[in-house]
C-alpha cells in the first residue's frame, strides 16, 4: 500500500458525460501528479501540483483540468467524455521539494460508452 | 525533451533464473533520476528501484539490481532468481533534476515479464 488513495475505482459512463476523480495523497507530500494509462499513449504525464498551485502541465486536453484543494486532495475533471477517453487515470505523490520518488495510488479505471 | 525506449515489449524466463530488461533514454539533461517500475496485473504501479544519475554505483534492491552506463544512456534491469510474482509490466522512467523541485515522470512504453514455473 502506496499510501495513496484514489476514488472511484472504477467508472462507467458514456461519452458527453463529465465525470471527476479523486486523490488523496500520502501525508505529509504536497505534490500530486496525474498520470494517464492507456492503450494507444502508454504511460503520459498530465499536470502537477504543488500545495495548491499548478506546477506543470503535460499533454492534458482542454477538456480536462484539475484542481488541488487546502486539504492537498486533488480532483481531475474530465468533460465531454470521449470513447478516446477510456483508460486508467493514476494519482501519484511526493513532497514535491526534492528528487523523491512518486508513490502512485491504485488509479481509477476509467470506461467510456 | 527527454524519451525512454524499451526495446523488448515481452520476455519470459524459467522461475529461479536471472533476466535482464534493456532501457536507453535520451536527455540533454546532466542531473536526472532513473526507475523501474513495476505494473503486476493488479494494475498498481509500484517502484522497483531508483537510480540517481550523480552515483556512479549501480543501485541494488536485494534480487533487483541495475546496470547505469550514462556514457551510453543505458539503464538495465537485472532479476535475480526469479519468482513467480515478478510476472508484471515493467517500466522504466526519467526525471530530470530541477531547481524547482520534482518533475514529471517520462515512462517508456514497457515489457510484459513472464515468469514460467
Known amino acids: 500500500d502506496s499510501g495513496v488513495t484514489q476514488t472511484p475505482k472504477h467508472l462507467i459512463t458514456a461519452t458527453g458525460q463529465r465525470v471527476t476523480l479523486r486523490c488523496s495523497p500520502r501525508?505529509?507530500?504536497?505534490?500530486v501528479y496525474w498520470y494517464q494509462q492507456s492503450l494507444d499513449q502508454g504511460l503520459q504525464f498530465l499536470i502537477q501540483y504543488y500545495n495548491g498551485e499548478e506546477r506543470a502541465k503535460g499533454n492534458i486536453l482542454e477538456r480536462f483540468s484539475a484542481q488541488q484543494f487546502p486539504d492537498l486532495h486533488s480532483e481531475l475533471n474530465l468533460s465531454s467524455l470521449e470513447l478516446g477517453d477510456s483508460a486508467l487515470y493514476f494519482c501519484?505523490?511526493?513532497?514535491?521539494?526534492?528528487?523523491?520518488?512518486?508513490?502512485f495510488g491504485p488509479g481509477t479505471r476509467l470506461l467510456v460508452l | 525533451a527527454q524519451t525512454v525506449t524499451q526495446s523488448q515489449p515481452e520476455m519470459s524466463v524459467q522461475e529461479a533464473e536471472t533476466v535482464t530488461l534493456s532501457c536507453t533514454y535520451d536527455t540533454s539533461e546532466s542531473n536526472y533520476y532513473l526507475f523501474w517500475y513495476k505494473q503486476p496485473p493488479s494494475r498498481q504501479m509500484i517502484l522497483v528501484i531508483r537510480?540517481?544519475?550523480?552515483?556512479?554505483q549501480n543501485a541494488t534492491e536485494n534480487r533487483f539490481s541495475v546496470n547505469f552506463q550514462k556514457a551510453a544512456k543505458s539503464f538495465s534491469l537485472k532479476i535475480s532468481d526469479s519468482q513467480l510474482g515478478d510476472t508484471a509490466m515493467y517500466f522504466c522512467a526519467f526525471t530530470r533534476i530541477s531547481n524547482f523541485g520534482n518533475e514529471k515522470l517520462t515512462f517508456g512504453t514497457g515489457t510484459r515479464l513472464t515468469i514460467i514455473p
Open positions: 501525508s505529509g507530500d504536497l505534490s
Open positions: 537510480q540517481e544519475a550523480y552515483k556512479q
Open positions: 501519484a505523490s511526493n513532497e514535491g521539494r526534492w528528487q523523491e520518488t512518486q508513490y
